[in-house]
């Protein structure tokens, strides 16, 4: 089975752009690429995940003494939400077969995976389902 004629049509397209295109990247300029030292002091000054005063030491739990984001320290400090004298644990609200951890593209193929084979599936996500990192890359 061949391509279809529109992309047979697609292809020809870039077939015959691509000797521009190679020209007009051989034409350009690339930026030289930065040393290791050149490279850490950039992160240090700019990305915020690198940047001293965007870290702080988490003070309990098996993180601790790691630097991390406030925002997640903030997290791992809390008190916890839920209270463990309302749980009745005898009575679960939901029975499964597989729980899906992530509705990106693994977690969906996964669960479809899984659900064609019969079993019961549930997928846990902190967003929509499909607003993943998976839609960005």
Do not use: W
Request: aromatic share 4%; with cysteine; glycine share 8%.
């Amino acid at each position: 089975m061949g391509y279809p004629d529109s992309l047979k049509q697609l292809i020809k397209k870039v077939e015959s752009t691509r000797p521009d295109r190679v020209k007009k990247k051989q034409d350009s300029v690339e930026f030289p690429a930065l040393s290791l030292e050149d490279r850490d002091k950039v992160l240090k000054a700019y990305h915020p995940d690198v940047k001293e005063e965007g870290r702080r030491e988490v003070m309990i739990g098996p993180n601790k003494g790691y630097r991390i984001a406030h925002e997640y320290v903030d997290i791992l400090e809390a008190k916890s939400r839920i209270s463990p004298e309302k749980i009745d644990l005898s009575k679960p609200d939901y029975e499964t077969d597989v729980l899906v951890i992530g509705g990106g593209g693994a977690g969906t193929a996964a669960a479809l995976l899984a659900q064609e084979q019969g079993a019961k599936v549930i997928i846990c996500t902190k967003l929509r389902h499909g607003d993943a990192n998976t839609m960005m890359a």
